[in-house]
């Protein structure tokens, strides 16, 4: 069995982890974010720095959660696909 995938995210200073708990954070643009990531099939968790998907996810899946991410420039400045 292959582990599960995952998206880390970097978030910008405001909402960065600790203290801004990135994307767990309270604001109701990272809640409105959240319930939208979930969506996706074979999201499995999300974390403050990650998004964590199951290890069957289609790659194109992967790739569209990635650069729907990229474009959430007002929280986040880096993405990368593990």
């Known amino acids: 069995m292959t582990a599960p995938r995952a998206?880390?995210?970097s978030c910008r200073d405001e909402f960065a982890a600790p203290a801004g708990?990135?994307?767990?954070t309270?604001?109701?643009r990272v809640r409105t974010l959240r319930r939208v990531l979930?969506?996706?099939p074979d999201v499995r968790y999300?974390?403050?720095d990650?998004?964590?998907l199951?290890?069957?996810a289609d790659p194109r899946t992967l790739d569209a959660v990635a650069r729907f991410l990229e474009r959430?420039?007002?929280l986040v400045t880096a993405v990368s696909v593990e």
């Open 72 to 74: 959430q420039h007002w």
């Open 26 to 28: 309270a604001d109701p």
């Open 50 to 52: 990650r998004i964590s």
């Open 21 to 24: 708990q990135g994307l767990l």
């Open 46 to 48: 999300i974390l403050p």
């Open 7 to 9: 998206i880390r995210v």
């Open 54 to 56: 199951e290890a069957s």
């Open 38 to 40: 979930v969506s996706y």
